[in-house]
């Protein structure tokens, strides 16, 4: 995923937001694992009425803000780095 490119061409609708989803796994109907499958984070539309306490918003340095679900418990009071190098990223503490 590019996010950059996915950031440029997201034409937000009334009540939702660019956001990041964690997808930790991805299953076919009878309940094994899709094929190529890998988890990580998936970029899309998602309803402002379903961000949470959990969720944080990311502010890139050209100032662009979107909202992502940690993976994880993070610590609300450090500053994370997201690094958009390359058609992938990563989120990791400054």
């Known amino acids: 995923m590019n996010l950059r490119r996915e950031l440029a061409t997201f034409e937000p609708r009334p009540g939702q937001v660019f956001a990041l989803i964690y997808m930790f796994r991805f299953t076919n109907p009878d309940g094994t694992p899709v094929d190529g499958f890998r988890p990580g984070f998936a970029a899309g539309s998602w309803p402002r009425k379903?961000?949470?306490?959990?969720?944080?918003?990311?502010?890139?340095?050209?100032?662009?803000?979107?909202?992502?679900?940690?993976?994880?418990?993070?610590?609300?009071?450090q500053n994370y780095l997201v690094d958009t190098v390359g058609p992938l990223f990563s989120i990791q503490a400054e």
Do not use: K, Y
């Not at 306490?53 to 009071?77: K, M």
């Open 50 to 77: 379903n961000i949470g306490p959990s969720w944080l918003v990311a502010e890139l340095a050209d100032g662009t803000e979107f909202c992502f679900r940690p993976r994880g418990d993070w610590n609300l009071h």
